[in-house]
């Protein structure tokens, strides 16, 4: 880095976006939040009703495009700007996106406004919303006609690069569209599963119960044979691993799968998916992609991918808020896997043939499983319409830049505590999610209590410190060999929305004390 990022290590004093007061916005949750309900930004209470059946008067700020946000996206003066669209405030760094994210303060108040029109008129909520915003609320065709879902399937559909809407669910959250993909999968004995050793209860869940259930072999890639994940490590290292489970003879008439995830939640190393995809393909393997970090860090290609299921967060990265994510379900192009809705709700109204064949789009018969939350999916689309405005490929570029910036910092520091290597700007390795463990006795099963206590006091006490800094540790096993976890390391998540360098610089500085008041010896 040429550039001081360390003049002004506070971030900057966030404010609400053009045309939102931030002080009448906090007034305006404080009060709904009173009454019991969440109104948009400067909503206020007109009246509480005359006891005679009337209704109370509620005065909505209505819905918000996302902030336009100007200038040069290579300069700092660009990114600050757009910090300003959160409600994260100047005594907070949120570095643990990782986990949650922030909601942009103008999907927040979309999100009131949404629940408002819907608790007004339970009927025609959404037609209502097009009538008054036909802009930022418009309806697409499915299969009962205009609807607004649709919409927002068309949305991520485009934003993601489906071969079609119908491929598009909006879910919960990566483990609600996990659980969707096995249960919808006709599962039989001698079907197997190759996977990773660094994998998310997400996925490790439903594929061991695929194994006591139904009789799958889990075959599992012990990826502590590339941990630490050096700077020399290639894509065909990677692919090396995987090959010689994937060549292994089936049963006769049995079904194979690859899954993974295409960021591991433990070090934060990207998998080179869409050439495992490939390798998998190339041995007559389905894939199944866990990208509970994808969706709002990286520029995710669904065609590019290759792969038959992905399933991924809402919360996280795209900062959509809680209970949202993204499913895609592979339905178009040729060996499509075999796949039974998952989706019990409806299984009466498709016919066996119907369902045997894939005679039926994912996007309805998938989707519609008991009354979804729309208003925070639609909230959760809004958030995606920011990123598309600002840039994919420019945010998760920023993510990654930040993070070789700490890297660098951590490496000066204590060389050799990185878990993941992967600093180069184009490594197919890179994300925006930094772990590593700076202490003496790492890589030894017997220090792992000490350091395991000593990162989380670490952790606890940033969290204490005014800026409150939230960041996270996580842990797991040096191989399959592990009767259980025994290394552990920090993590950081560099967000290009609302993170910036002095923030980085601010932490670094922060961390350095806390390692150091633990007393134990560092590298």
């Given at each position: 880095?040429?550039?001081?990022?360390?003049?002004?290590?506070?971030?900057?004093?966030?404010?609400?976006?053009?045309?939102?007061?931030?002080?009448?916005?906090?007034?305006?949750?404080?009060?709904?939040?009173?009454?019991?309900?969440?109104?948009?930004?400067?909503?206020?209470?007109?009246?509480?009703?005359?006891?005679?059946?009337?209704?109370?008067?509620?005065?909505?700020?209505?819905?918000?495009?996302?902030?336009?946000?100007?200038?040069?996206?290579?300069?700092?003066?660009?990114?600050?700007?757009?910090?300003?669209?959160?409600?994260?405030?100047?005594?907070?760094?949120?570095?643990?996106?990782?986990?949650?994210?922030?909601?942009?303060?103008?999907?927040l108040?979309?999100?009131?406004?949404?629940?408002?029109?819907?608790?007004?008129?339970?009927?025609?909520?959404?037609?209502?919303?097009?009538?008054?915003?036909?802009?930022?609320?418009p309806?697409?065709?499915s299969?009962?006609?205009?609807?607004?879902?649709?919409a927002?399937?068309?949305?991520?559909?485009?934003?993601?690069?489906?071969?079609?809407?119908?491929?598009?669910?909006?879910?919960?959250?990566?483990?609600?569209?996990?659980?969707?993909?096995?249960?919808?999968?006709?599962?039989?004995?001698?079907?197997?599963?190759?996977?990773?050793?660094?994998?998310?209860?997400?996925?490790?869940?439903?594929?061991?119960?695929?194994?006591?259930?139904?009789?799958?072999?889990?075959?599992?890639?012990?990826?502590?044979?590339?941990?630490?994940?050096?700077?020399?490590?290639?894509?065909q290292?990677?692919?090396?691993?995987?090959?010689?489970?994937?060549?292994?003879?089936?049963?006769?008439?049995a079904?194979?799968?690859?899954?993974?995830?295409?960021?591991?939640?433990?070090?934060?190393?990207?998998?080179?998916?869409?050439?495992?995809c490939?390798?998998?393909?190339?041995?007559?393997?389905?894939?199944?992609?866990?990208?509970?970090?994808?969706?709002?860090?990286?520029?995710?290609?669904?065609?590019?991918?290759?792969?038959?299921?992905?399933?991924?967060?809402?919360?996280?990265?795209?900062?959509?808020?809680?209970?949202?994510?993204i499913?895609?379900?592979?339905?178009?192009?040729?060996?499509?896997?075999?796949?039974?809705l998952?989706?019990?709700?409806?299984?009466?109204?498709?016919?066996?043939?119907?369902?045997?064949?894939?005679?039926?789009?994912?996007?309805?018969?998938?989707?519609?499983?008991?009354?979804?939350?729309?208003?925070?999916?639609?909230?959760?689309?809004?958030?995606?319409?920011?990123?598309?405005?600002?840039?994919?490929?420019?945010?998760?570029?920023?993510?990654?830049?930040?993070?070789n910036?700490?890297?660098?910092?951590?490496?000066?520091?204590?060389?050799?505590?990185?878990?993941?290597?992967?600093?180069?700007?184009?490594?197919?390795?890179?994300?925006?999610?930094?772990?590593?463990?700076?202490?003496?006795?790492?890589?030894?099963a017997?220090?792992?209590?000490?350091?395991?206590?000593?990162?989380?006091?670490?952790?606890?006490?940033?969290?204490?410190?005014?800026?409150?800094?939230?960041?996270?540790?996580?842990?797991?096993?040096?191989?399959?060999?592990?009767?259980?976890?025994?290394?552990?390391?920090?993590?950081?998540?560099?967000?290009?929305?609302?993170?910036?360098?002095?923030?980085?610089?601010?932490?670094?500085?922060?961390?350095?004390?806390?390692?150091?008041?633990?007393?134990?010896?560092?590298?």
């Amino acid at each position: 880095m040429t550039k001081d990022h360390r003049n002004d290590r506070k971030p900057q004093s966030t404010q609400a976006p053009d045309g939102v007061d931030r002080r009448a916005f906090m007034k305006g949750v404080a009060t709904a939040t009173a009454v019991g309900g969440l109104l948009g930004p400067g909503a206020a209470l007109a009246g509480n009703g005359n006891g005679n059946g009337q209704k109370q008067g509620w005065l909505p700020k209505g819905l918000q495009a996302p902030p336009s946000i100007n200038g040069n996206q290579s300069g700092e003066a660009y990114w600050a700007k757009v910090r300003k669209a959160f409600e994260l405030g100047n005594d907070y760094i949120h570095m643990n996106t990782g986990t949650t994210g922030s909601l942009p303060a103008f999907a927040l108040g979309n999100l009131g406004t949404y629940n408002l029109y819907k608790s007004q008129d339970p009927k025609d909520w959404e037609d209502n919303l097009n009538s008054d915003y036909p802009d930022l609320f418009p309806l697409g065709q499915s299969l009962f006609g205009q609807s607004a879902l649709a919409a927002r399937q068309q949305q991520v559909a485009a934003a993601y690069n489906a071969a079609a809407p119908s491929e598009v669910v909006l879910s919960y959250n990566t483990t609600d569209g996990c659980n969707l993909i096995f249960a919808g999968t006709p599962w039989q004995p001698g079907d197997r599963i190759v996977t990773t050793s660094f994998e998310h209860p997400a996925l490790t869940g439903p594929m061991a119960w695929a194994a006591a259930s139904r009789g799958v072999e889990v075959v599992t890639i012990d990826m502590g044979q590339i941990s630490p994940f050096t700077a020399g490590i290639t894509v065909q290292d990677v692919l090396d691993l995987f090959e010689p489970a994937l060549a292994a003879p089936l049963p006769a008439g049995a079904k194979q799968y690859l899954a993974i995830s295409d960021i591991f939640y433990k070090n934060g190393l990207r998998l080179p998916v869409e050439d495992l995809c490939a390798l998998a393909r190339a041995y007559g393997a389905y894939s199944i992609v866990d990208t509970a970090h994808g969706f709002g860090m990286l520029p995710i290609d669904f065609q590019s991918y290759g792969a038959d299921f992905v399933s991924g967060a809402g919360h996280k990265w795209l900062c959509g808020g809680p209970g949202t994510g993204i499913l895609y379900i592979r339905n178009t192009g040729g060996n499509l896997p075999p796949f039974d809705l998952g989706n019990f709700f409806l299984y009466a109204f498709l016919s066996p043939g119907d369902i045997a064949n894939r005679q039926y789009d994912p996007s309805t018969w998938v989707q519609l499983r008991g009354e979804n939350n729309r208003p925070a999916l639609y909230a959760m689309t809004d958030a995606l319409a920011f990123w598309e405005q600002i840039g994919i490929d420019a945010i998760y570029q920023r993510g990654v830049e930040l993070g070789n910036y700490l890297k660098a910092k951590i490496d000066a520091q204590w060389p050799g505590s990185l878990w993941v290597e992967a600093r180069p700007p184009y490594s197919p390795f890179a994300t925006a999610l930094t772990s590593f463990n700076p202490f003496v006795g790492r890589d030894d099963a017997a220090s792992y209590s000490a350091l395991r206590a000593a990162i989380s006091s670490v952790a606890d006490a940033l969290a204490a410190e005014d800026p409150k800094i939230y960041i996270r540790f996580v842990t797991w096993p040096s191989s399959t060999a592990a009767s259980s976890d025994d290394r552990v390391g920090f993590r950081v998540s560099t967000h290009g929305v609302y993170n910036s360098y002095d923030e980085v610089d601010y932490v670094f500085d922060r961390l350095i004390y806390a390692v150091q008041q633990t007393g134990l010896p560092t590298i």
